[in-house]
């Protein structure tokens, strides 16, 4: 299901963007990087009880989050999140906290395409071969770790459109 969403999502992406994100290869990459997050649980206590809570948040029958607040008006980051879950006696792994893995997530899609932006034009205007050079492997690497990037996105995403993580239910 994350390939599928993810795959059909860059099909959708208009003409004008970068033709990395539109190439069949580049989508292929991010409906395969569209399931990394399901693919790292398992790899030890440190890594998941910091991960896992990442796929779901839980929502009360009102939309309110186990510390009584809506969607809309969270804390500002994951920390104070958590901080307001602790002041009420909640264990934040409990509640999980899919809006800021979801922003997190876009958040590095949003500078992995800065990055990109300057690195396309450092390339297209350098005269020394040998910088010209390092500017283009530098954006190839930048856009294997972009598609990457969308893919751990577009799981996130994947994930909100599901009932079952964002419910107590």
């Known amino acids: 299901g994350h390939r599928l969403l993810a795959e059909e999502a860059m099909r959708a992406l208009p003409n004008y963007t970068p033709s990395f994100l539109r190439s069949p290869a580049g989508i292929a990459d991010v409906g395969e990087y569209a399931r990394e997050p399901d693919r790292w649980r398992g790899a030890g206590d440190v890594h998941d009880a910091e991960r896992t809570p990442a796929h779901f948040i839980d929502l009360d029958d009102n939309g309110l989050t186990l510390a009584g607040q809506s969607l809309d008006n969270l804390p500002k980051t994951r920390s104070d999140f958590e901080a307001s879950l602790r002041a009420k006696g909640i264990d934040p792994a409990k ?13 590095q899609v949003a500078k992995d395409m800065a990055y990109w932006r300057v690195l396309t034009l450092m390339e297209s205007h350098e005269t020394n071969r040998s910088k010209k050079a390092w500017y283009r492997a530098d954006r190839m690497r930048r856009e294997s770790l972009t598609l990457r990037d969308i893919g751990i996105l577009a799981h996130y995403m994947g994930d909100a459109t599901q009932p079952m993580h964002l419910s107590i239910h």
């Open 95 to 107: 509640s999980g906290y899919l809006p800021y893995a979801t922003i997190d997530a876009w958040q």
